[in-house]
């Protein structure tokens, strides 16, 4: 199985019930994805956080294919910037998640989450 990232509008209501719950003072973002941080933006404003990559990476998410197109070579620099992002999510109290490496390590790194959610969703493929 693939795992498959939710939609920015199923994590927005989930980050905004867990913001109602928490009155967080900032809410950390990760993605490489301008269009999913601008939705983040829109709804969080000042609140929200993140790292802006040096390079811009655009991924193309279907339900019926296994990879995302990337239109971005990723060197050292990008990286260097994905690792920082997860070191700084590994620090927050709290994380919503896809199933991905990055989140791994995040909670490899952490001390612990307070609340956590990994999305768990995927898609069966076949190798041939």
């Known amino acids: 199985?693939?795992?498959i990232p939710p939609t920015a509008e199923v994590m927005i209501?989930?980050?905004k019930k867990l913001d109602d719950e928490n009155n967080y003072d900032y809410i950390f973002l990760v993605t490489e994805d301008?269009?999913?941080r601008n939705k983040f933006i829109k709804k969080f404003g000042d609140k929200l956080k993140y790292l802006e990559?040096?390079?811009?990476i655009e991924y193309n998410y279907k339900v019926n294919e296994t990879l995302s197109s990337n239109k971005n070579v990723?060197?050292?620099?990008?990286q260097k910037y994905y690792l920082i992002n997860i070191i700084i999510l590994s620090k927050c109290l709290?994380?919503?998640?896809?199933?991905?490496?990055?989140?791994?390590?995040?909670f490899i790194l952490s001390e612990g989450f307070r609340n956590s959610y990994?999305?768990?969703?995927?898609?069966?493929t076949k190798l041939y």
């Open 1 to 3: 199985d693939v795992p």
């Open 13 to 15: 209501e989930d980050v």
């Open 34 to 36: 301008e269009v999913i």
């Open 53 to 56: 990559p040096e390079n811009k």
């Open 74 to 78: 990723q060197g050292f620099k990008y």
């Open 94 to 106: 709290d994380i919503i998640s896809a199933q991905t490496y990055g989140a791994a390590a995040a």
């Open 118 to 124: 990994v999305y768990n969703t995927s898609i069966n």
